[in-house]
């Protein structure tokens, strides 16, 4: 049985650190100070195995209230998950099967214990409520909600206008995540700034069903890697938290000097002032490898708390590196995308003609600007994914 932690009362800065948006501030803020205990739920769609440090910006949020004495509520997605969200789509997700999102929420609960506390965290599952539903309480659910005010929404908007299609059952995932709220007796949602409509519906499906609606709020999308798109194992510029410690470490050694501040506060246990004096120091000309060797040791004590120096520092206090992978393929012109999938650093053609669209691929160092474009191996030809996956070809 879970004891319930006593209720700090002046938790209001701790809790709400970070946030870029409070939906009912005042209610939240007085229910938090005359000591309410809340019901705080946090959705999770686990759609892949791995859980990345943008991944913990919502979730180091969700410890933060627990750790005051509320209660934390972790909702598995295993039906949203088989939808996928649509939020910031331009197109339809593929959808998965119920064995690759239950293979998927074993490894991602593993993981997610290393930020929460096991034993005061309630799991549920939505399999719990949507399993039980009949067609007759689906279509009550859908009849709360209108059209319009789905298809206004940014993502859906944006693909109606240029005839791009919007699945019916992509308009269900919102109305299925907001009746998670219904089924937990959610007091307050946390979501990324991506899931800000989600959250809305959320608040509008508690009133239809009689009960108060949920406070919201929304914590900060992490830049990846590569300084500019969101942290995302698709792009190849994410740093996993159950990653060894010398990858961990040798990753955040890469994190742009521009973001170090940014991933201490996100994503690291630093207390506020030495934070404060971590900021002085990079504004005060410190040179910024100094600081960021602070924020990858910081990393891997979080996620590895016993692994030694030694581990991932070289003899030289520098982090451990690791050259390209030498790969072995035919001899023979064939587009860039297929020589990127028969190195073995992407799993389909289509997977390398988006990452080539987003400046993600690089032959010999240059940039690929189409993955399209005919290319012949060559002993020695270096292949890059990203800033970490390389590969040096052997021909035969």
Do not use: C
């Amino acid at each position: 049985m879970k004891k319930q932690q006593n209720l700090d009362h002046g938790a209001w800065d701790a809790v709400t650190a970070g946030a870029v948006q409070i939906v009912n501030r005042d209610h939240l803020k007085s229910r938090i100070e005359r000591g309410d205990r809340l019901r705080v739920k946090l959705g999770l769609d686990p759609t892949k195995p791995d859980i990345h440090l943008g991944h913990t910006v919502q979730l180091r949020t969700l410890r933060r209230y627990q750790q005051h004495g509320h209660q934390a509520v972790l909702i598995i997605g295993d039906w949203t998950a088989r939808i996928g969200d649509p939020s910031g789509q331009n197109v339809t997700r593929p959808q998965l099967t119920k064995e690759e999102v239950t293979a998927a929420a074993t490894t991602y609960l593993d993981q997610a214990w290393k930020i929460l506390d096991e034993g005061e965290t309630e799991v549920r599952l939505q399999s719990e409520w949507f399993d039980k539903m009949h067609l007759e309480n689906v279509v009550q659910l859908t009849s709360r909600y209108t059209v319009a005010r789905m298809l206004a929404r940014e993502d859906f908007a944006k693909r109606t206008k240029d005839g791009r299609p919007v699945g019916m059952h992509e308009l269900l995932y919102p109305l299925l995540q907001a009746y998670d709220s219904v089924a937990v007796k959610s007091d307050l949602e946390l979501g990324g700034t991506d899931q800000t409509f989600n959250l809305l519906v959320g608040r509008d499906i508690q009133e239809a069903y009689g009960q108060p609606p949920q406070d919201i709020q929304t914590m900060p999308l992490l830049e990846g890697l590569d300084g500019v798109q969101k942290m995302s194992k698709s792009l190849d510029n994410y740093i996993g938290i159950d990653e060894p410690p010398a990858v961990i470490y040798r990753k955040a050694m890469s994190v742009p000097d521009q973001l170090i501040a940014r991933y201490l506060q996100l994503v690291t246990d630093i207390p506020p002032d030495q934070l404060a004096a971590e900021e002085r120091a990079l504004q005060q000309g410190e040179n910024p490898r100094d600081v960021k060797q602070r924020l990858a040791e910081r990393l891997v004590r979080q996620f590895h708390p016993n692994a030694a120096p030694s581990e991932y520092r070289g003899e030289s206090g520098g982090f451990v590196t690791a050259g390209p992978t030498t790969v072995e393929v035919a001899a023979g012109p064939r587009s860039i995308a297929q020589l990127f999938l028969d190195a073995g650093l992407v799993t389909s053609k289509s997977e390398a003609r988006r990452l080539a669209g987003q400046k993600g691929l690089t032959v010999n160092g240059q940039v690929v600007n189409s993955a399209e474009d005919k290319v012949e191996p060559t002993e020695g030809m270096v292949l890059q994914r990203g800033l970490h996956r390389v590969a040096r070809l052997r021909v035969r």
